[in-house]
C-alpha cells in the first residue's frame, strides 16, 4: 500500500496570505495525485488532478505542483472560503487507492 | 445538474447488515465508474470499492474484501453497497462518488453525495 503523509497538520494563515501544503508519497505515484477541499459537514470537492490540473470551475489561486514523490498544493491568496481540510489522493497504484491524513487550514 | 443522494444509513449491531443505495440524476449514469468512499467520525477519508460502468469490473479496499457487495442498477441509476458482518471499525459516513472520466476509470472523484451515517455498536 502507497502511504499518503500530509504536513502540516494544521496550518494558520491569514486571510490574503499564500498557504503552502505539501504531499508525500512513500513511493513514486509519477503525476497521479489529486487534492480535495472538504468543510465541515460537507462532502469533499474535487480541486486538483493529474498533480496540476485545476477541476472544473475551480479558481486560480489554486495550483498543483511536484511529481513522483512531493507534491504541493498553494492557495496564493487565501479567501474566508477557502478554510477548511485538504486531502491528497494517489490513483497511481489504482485499484488500491489512498488518502493523506489531511491538512486542516485554519483562520490564524 | 449533477446529483448524487446516499440513503440506507443507521444504527447496526456487531455482525449485522446494511443496504446502503446511491440515486444519481443530471449526468448519463451508465457512462461513469462509480465509487464508495468512507469517513470515520473524526478521520481522513478511505476508498471502500469500485464499481465501473457495466459492472464488468468490480474492485474492493483490503479492509472489506469479502464482506462489502458493490452494485448497480443503470436503469434505475442507481449504485448500491450491501455490508454483511459489520464491524465497529465500519462505523463511518459512506460517500457515493462519481469518477471523472466517461466511460473509462481515471480512479478520481469529481462528484460526491452527501454521505450516509452507518453507525455499528451493540
Not at chain 1, 79 to 88: H, T
Not at chain 2, 2 to 22: A, D, F, I, N, W
Not at chain 2, 45 to 56: H, R, Y
Request: with cysteine.
Amino acid at each position: 500500500e502507497i502511504v499518503m503523509t500530509q504536513s502540516p497538520a494544521t496550518l494558520s494563515v491569514s486571510p490574503g496570505e499564500r498557504a503552502t501544503l505539501s504531499c508525500r508519497a512513500s513511493q513514486s505515484v509519477s503525476s497521479n495525485l489529486a487534492w480535495y477541499q472538504q468543510k465541515p459537514g460537507q462532502a469533499p470537492r474535487l480541486l486538483i488532478y493529474g498533480a496540476s490540473t485545476r477541476a472544473t470551475g475551480i479558481p486560480a489561486r489554486f495550483s498543483g505542483s511536484g511529481s513522483g514523490t512531493e507534491f504541493t498544493l498553494t492557495i496564493s491568496s487565501l479567501q474566508s472560503e477557502d478554510f477548511a481540510v485538504y486531502y491528497c489522493q494517489q490513483y497511481n497504484n489504482w485499484p488500491s487507492l489512498t488518502f493523506g491524513g489531511g491538512t486542516k487550514v485554519e483562520i490564524k | 445538474e449533477v446529483q448524487l443522494v446516499e440513503s440506507g444509513g443507521g444504527l447496526v449491531k456487531p455482525g449485522g447488515s446494511l443496504r446502503l443505495s446511491c440515486a444519481a440524476s443530471g449526468f448519463t449514469f451508465s457512462s461513469y465508474s462509480m465509487n464508495w468512499v468512507r469517513q470515520a467520525p473524526g478521520k481522513g477519508l478511505e476508498w471502500v470499492s469500485s464499481i465501473s460502468s457495466s459492472s464488468s469490473y468490480i474492485y474492493y479496499a483490503d479492509s472489506v474484501k469479502g464482506r462489502f457487495t458493490i452494485s448497480r442498477d443503470n436503469a434505475k441509476n442507481s449504485l448500491y453497497l450491501q455490508m454483511n458482518s459489520l464491524r465497529a471499525e465500519d462505523t463511518a459516513v459512506y460517500y457515493c462518488a462519481r469518477d471523472l472520466n466517461e466511460y473509462s476509470s481515471s480512479w478520481v472523484f469529481d462528484y460526491w453525495g452527501q454521505g450516509t451515517l452507518v453507525t455499528v455498536s451493540s
